[in-house]
């Protein structure tokens, strides 16, 4: 009964807490590739293939689902995981459909024709990696017209969150912002499109002033993944046993999850 979460490094613990409060009975094995993070400035084949051998890991702890809990690998490497290499006893979820369901306003999994939706100017902070691959106006394309999306790079946030440097991370959240609000002055929505950055939510809604509606991940996608382990409850695993894995050096990643999260997390070695 367990479930793979995956994220480069540290990011994709926002969502395993959001996952924990919604379902804390449901085992969950969580997996940091910290030794290659980040991947947002990594190629396309480089973050498939480490994507891959990740969630194979994940599969080997019996997790029958794994969700990428990183956008940039949802963003980059998920659809071609899902096209050419998940077997069918298998699956792999992102966390990008869950965010445009809700900026949409549409309930899980509705697949109707694209409509026009109340919000018109979107900003959207991410990886370099995720804002290039354009995958977040793809999926919304499906699903809304006539919303006008701006993608801000955001280059080192992740590198200063993985080092545990909040004071460089805060600093390059507001230029970022700033930087996106010199190109789209008046966002009505902001999505912060990266599981490291909810980490950083207090400084972007700052930065960005208390009109402008943050929307961050986890809660969304911890809701879309009950509705779907209820619909399909035969992807919940056959593992029993949570755990935190690392590629990384595990007590130097358990000591900044535990800053970050402020909450005692022990990784072992993946
Ligand atoms: N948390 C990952 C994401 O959501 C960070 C990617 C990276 O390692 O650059 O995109």
Partial sequence: MAVGIFDSGLGGLTVLGAIRQRMPHLPLVYLGDNAHAP????TADD???????????????????????????SAVALKRMQETWVPHDKRVLGVFVPLIEALTER????NSPPVEVAVKH?????????????????????????????????GGVVDAIEQGDEILAE?????????????????????????????????????LGPGVRVLSQPALVAASLEDYLTRRPEFRGAGT???????GDPARVSGKATQFLRQATAFEAA
Avoid: K
């Fill in 122 to 154: 979107v900003a959207l902070f991410a990886t370099p990696a995720t804002v290039a691959s354009r995958a977040f106006q793809r999926e919304l394309a499906f699903r809304a017209v006539g919303v006008d999306v701006e993608g801000q790079p955001c």
């Fill in 241 to 247: 046993q949570s755990r935190f894995l690392t590629t």
């Fill in 39 to 42: 991947y947002g400035t990594r």
């Fill in 171 to 207: 600093a390059l959240v507001r230029s970022h912002v700033e930087a996106l609000l010199r190109r789209m002055p008046h966002p009505e929505a902001a999505v912060l499109g990266c599981t490291h950055f909810p980490l950083m939510e207090a400084a972007f809604q700052s930065a």
């Fill in 47 to 73: 973050i498939f293939a480490l994507t891959c051998a990740a969630v194979e890991r994940l599969w080997g702890e019996g997790c029958d689902l794994v969700v990428l809990a990183c956008n940039t690998a």
């Fill in 107 to 110: 309930q899980w999994g509705d």
